[in-house]
């Protein structure tokens, strides 16, 4: 017996290590594409502490990005120089990590590329002197702790400099090129058996809203909406609206937008509200481009992130769809007007018209006003195509004389 329990005390530390570190022979892949966004970086940060608390033997961030916001790189690079694992940056085939994609890269412990791919391209926007000087200074200091020439990664923020793969293992900074994910995992020398981490309902709407463009969307044209709701009540239009503008501000919340970026998308939000009274539709529109300037103004404050096709292609569908808001609301406005015209038609005395048929002296005609036809009589004999003004109400009969 008691050489049993010998046995077993002795054998403690291996079992201890077999059952505790049950992931150790594991590789965790997480796929990074599109924009690096707040919702990206925590559902990266996420999946790192994850790799942490079960003992993953390493972690692979497969990235094909074009830039993204500064706040978020900073949490992903944080977050990877706190994970125990082994972490590694693959930029597959026909793959970019330029922008904040460059500096994930950078701060890796090993990288690989696929022929095909690029890296690089890092420089600020707008390349001020404060901003470049404080990106390149980070962009080196994550090629020295990861023993990468420091030099080239100043060039990529400095001067834009983009390295294919053959050029980036050349000049050290990845050190495979490998065809696949899984060869490159093997020309590493990770474990073979692979998790891959998945994104789920709420990282994925998370990531979705705080995408600089969606959240802007979700506020400006749930604003539209909301405004169209509050002019027809009982089609539920306002309360779709609501939600809309409370997503993009939450949206934009989490993308850490500018506080001017942020004045004018709202000052624009209250031009187009102010179209409920007015009924022109040019407060609309002009809501909406000072939406549009905000949107741009937020691109332009956020170093690492890279403008597309999609901000013009939304903003430009924004502005059509205000247009035709505008238009809408135009129309509900001449309709209530006309409505209490015809229960008041007092309302036109002032109003100016054209007579349509030739009233005789004491005699009846036609006359439009407001884009409507009504009886109308004079003392005066009034000619086809004169210009009139409405000086009583007859019952439904208007009283004018010629403007002269």
């Given amino acids: 017996m008691r ?24 590789t965790l892949v997480i796929r990074v594409s ?34 993204g916001l500064l706040a978020a790189t900073e949490k992903i690079v944080d977050s990877m120089g706190e994970t125990y694992a082994s972490t590694a940056v693959y930029v597959p085939k026909n793959g970019r990590a330029f922008s904040a994609g460059a500096y994930i890269l950078m701060a890796s412990d090993v990288a690989g590329m696929a022929q095909g791919a690029t890296v690089g391209a890092a420089m600020p926007i707008p390349p001020e002197d404060k901003i470049l000087n404080a990106m390149s200074g980070w962009m080196r200091s994550l090629a020295e702790s990861t023993g990468r020439p420091a030099e080239v990664a100043d060039k990529m923020v400095r001067e834009n400099l983009v390295l294919t793969a053959t050029e980036a293992l050349n000049a050290g900074i990845i050190q495979h090129i490998s065809p696949n994910l899984w060869t490159f995992i093997d020309d590493c020398g990770f474990p073979e058996e692979i998790v891959e981490m998945r994104l789920d309902l709420g990282s994925y709407v998370l990531i979705l809203i705080s995408t600089p463009v969606i959240a802007w969307l979700l506020l400006v ?26 997503l993009g501000l ?11 970026a942020l004045a004018l998308i709202l000052l624009g939000i209250a031009a187009m509200l102010l179209e409920l009274k007015m009924g022109h539709g040019f407060l609309a529109v002009g809501g909406m481009a000072l939406a549009v300037f905000g949107l741009i103004l937020m691109y332009r404050s956020a170093p690492l992130l890279r403008t597309d096709a999609d901000i013009y292609l939304f903003s430009a569908a924004g502005i059509i769809m205000a247009s035709l808001v505008g238009f809408y609301l135009h129309k509900i406005k001449q309709s209530l007007s006309l409505k209490e015209m015809l229960l008041d038609p007092k309302k036109l005395i002032g109003e100016e018209g054209i007579v349509r048929r030739k009233i005789p002296a004491g005699g009846t005609g036609i006359v439009l006003v407001r884009s409507e036809l009504w009886s109308a009589t004079s003392e005066e004999e009034i000619e086809e195509g004169s210009r009139v003004k409405v000086i009583d109400i007859s019952g439904l009969r208007l009283i004018v004389k010629k403007i002269t």
């Fill in 3 to 26: 050489k049993c329990v010998l046995i077993l005390l002795l054998l403690l530390p291996f079992i201890l290590q077999v059952f505790g570190q049950k992931n150790d022979q594991k």
């Fill in 34 to 67: 599109g924009d690096i966004t707040p919702g990206i970086a925590d559902f990266i940060s996420s999946a790192l502490d994850h790799a942490n608390k079960e003992g993953y033997g390493a972690v692979v961030l497969v990235i094909n990005t074009n830039g």
């Fill in 221 to 246: 044209l749930g604003g539209l909406i909301f405004i169209i709701g509050l002019k027809t009540p009982g089609l539920f239009m306002e309360w779709a609206g609501g939600v809309m503008v409370l």
């Fill in 250 to 260: 939450y949206g934009l919340g989490q993308v850490g937008i500018g506080p001017g």
